[in-house]
C-alpha cells in the first residue's frame, strides 16, 4: 500500500512517536511503502528547523540532518507536477496532493483539517494516522 505522509504527520511521528509513530515502524518492516517528493521533504527540513521544535529534536539526540535522513531513508521519491486546487484554503498543501498523484499513492495521512475535509482527492483516500491504523492494521 502506498501512502504519502504529511509533513505534520513526519513531525510528530519523528519527534513524539505515539500513533504516527507507527507508520515508520510499518515503513521499515515494508508493510506500507512511504512515497514523497523534493518539495515534501524540503518542507520538512523547513519546518525541522522551526526554533520551537529544536529542544525536542536535542532532546531525544537527534539533529535535524539525522532526521532527514532517516526519512531517506523510509522513501520513495516522486516528481511532482503544479498542481492547482482552488478549494484548497491553504495553496501550500497542493505538494501534498501531487505527490500522491504522482506517486499513484492510495491515501494521504494528514493531520492538517484543511485536506481532511476533503476525504479524498481523484480517488485518494485523505484521513489520519489514526484512522489509517485502526481501518488497515487493527490498531486501536
Do not use: H
Not at 513531525?11 to 500513533?19: E, H
Not at 537527534?62 to 531513508?73: A, P, Q, S
Amino acid at each position: 500500500m502506498k501512502v504519502v505522509l504529511d509533513t505534520n504527520v513526519w513531525v510528530s511521528a519523528w519527534l513524539w512517536r505515539g500513533v504516527p509513530g507507527n507508520l515508520i515502524r510499518l515503513a521499515r518492516k515494508r508493510q506500507i511503502i512511504i512515497c514523497t517528493s523534493e518539495a515534501l521533504l524540503n518542507e520538512l527540513e523547513t519546518t525541522l528547523n522551526y526554533d520551537k521544535l529544536q529542544k525536542k529534536i536535542q532532546s531525544l539526540n537527534f539533529t535535524k540532518e539525522k532526521l532527514i535522513e532517516g526519512t531517506k531513508e523510509l522513501v520513495v521519491f516522486y516528481p511532482i507536477n503544479n498542481l492547482n486546487v482552488p478549494e484548497l484554503r491553504d495553496p501550500d498543501d497542493t505538494i501534498v496532493l501531487a505527490t500522491a498523484i504522482a506517486s499513484n499513492a492510495n491515501i494521504i495521512i494528514t493531520g492538517d483539517q484543511d485536506l481532511l475535509t476533503l476525504t479524498e482527492y481523484q480517488n485518494i483516500s485523505i484521513m489520519t494516522a489514526s484512522d489509517f491504523l485502526t481501518k488497515y492494521f487493527n490498531y486501536n
